[in-house]
């Protein structure tokens, strides 16, 4: 089934919501999820495949700073979606970058992390370079560099191959996150050990397909379109209890 931009965000706002996210907390999710997914780059592929452990996931952790600078941070998500360990993370790295010119952060223990591009996306269009990388523990294994251009929301991605990696890098479960007020920071990869490029999207190539999203609706598995609604259900009985709760005649 076919739904416009409009309509994925504001159920997938409703969704989050309805799993316990904070109101300011479901907006950031549901736009990283559904500008994704405008990308044809899989955004709902990636939240069907962990809702359930964002809805089993104990909403009193939170990411914790492990250690930070001037210049660097180091978070650790435990092991929460980027979707809940990502937000103030990235804007601590805004932050720091806006200051002094450049930041780096390194979250670890985070899952779901393509999903973070949705954000970056965000933090671009306020003027900041940004770079976001990452390794993927598959056979071969993978990395992906992600980087956006100062005040464009339109990504430029490598996915490579990586082969002979020491074992000591291969368990890999964060990302990395560099940014830039004043220079250019392009997706590209140096390595001492062999790699080949596995995909790429030029910004204008995932632009062409953004328009087409825009115009003609995304496409949404039907089963996830109904589980979505059923957690934003939750939000509207809630929502009906409490009015119940405190409505009553006028004194």
């Given amino acids: 089934m076919k739904v416009s931009f409009n309509e994925?965000?504001?159920?997938s706002r409703k969704a989050f919501t309805g799993i316990g996210f904070a109101e300011g907390h479901a907006d950031d999710a549901a736009d990283m999820v559904t500008w994704m997914e405008s990308y044809d780059l899989h955004g709902l592929e990636a939240l069907?495949?962990?809702?359930?452990?964002?809805?089993?996931?104990?909403?009193?952790?939170r990411p914790e700073i492990l250690y930070q600078d001037g210049d660097l941070a180091v978070v650790d998500g435990h092991?929460?979606?980027?979707?809940?360990?990502?937000?103030?993370?990235?804007?601590?790295?805004?932050?720091k970058a806006r200051s002094?010119?450049?930041?780096?952060?390194k979250i670890r223990r985070c899952r779901q992390r393509q999903l973070i591009m949705g954000y970056l996306a965000r933090l671009s269009?306020?003027?900041?370079n940004v770079t976001a990388f990452w390794r993927n523990?598959?056979?071969?294994?993978?990395?992906?560099?992600v980087g956006f251009r100062a005040n464009s929301t339109v990504p430029s991605i490598r996915v490579y191959a990586v082969e002979e990696v020491p074992e000591e890098n291969?368990?890999?479960?964060?990302?990395?996150?560099?940014?830039?007020?004043?220079?250019?920071?392009?997706?590209?990869?140096?390595?001492?050990?062999?790699y080949d490029l596995l995909a790429k999207h030029e910004e204008s190539d995932l632009l062409a397909?953004?328009?087409?999203?825009?115009?003609?609706?995304?496409?949404?598995?039907?089963?996830?379109?109904?589980?979505?609604?059923?957690l934003a259900q939750i939000t509207l009985v809630e929502s009906f209890d409490a009015s119940r709760l405190g409505a009553g005649p006028a004194e």
């Fill in 209 to 230: 397909v953004r328009e087409r999203a825009m115009s003609s609706g995304i496409e949404v598995a039907p089963e996830l379109w109904l589980r979505l609604k059923e």
């Fill in 48 to 61: 069907n495949l962990g809702l359930e452990h964002l809805i089993e996931a104990d909403p009193s952790v």
């Fill in 137 to 145: 523990a598959h056979r071969p294994l993978t990395e992906q560099v």
């Fill in 8 to 11: 994925l965000q504001a159920l």
């Fill in 170 to 194: 291969e368990p890999n479960d964060g990302v990395t996150l560099v940014m830039a007020n004043h220079v250019d920071l392009l997706p590209t990869m140096r390595s001492d050990y062999r």
């Fill in 79 to 95: 092991n929460l979606s980027v979707l809940r360990a990502s937000n103030l993370a990235l804007e601590l790295a805004f932050a």
């Fill in 125 to 128: 269009a306020r003027g900041m």
């Fill in 100 to 105: 002094r010119g450049l930041s780096v952060i």
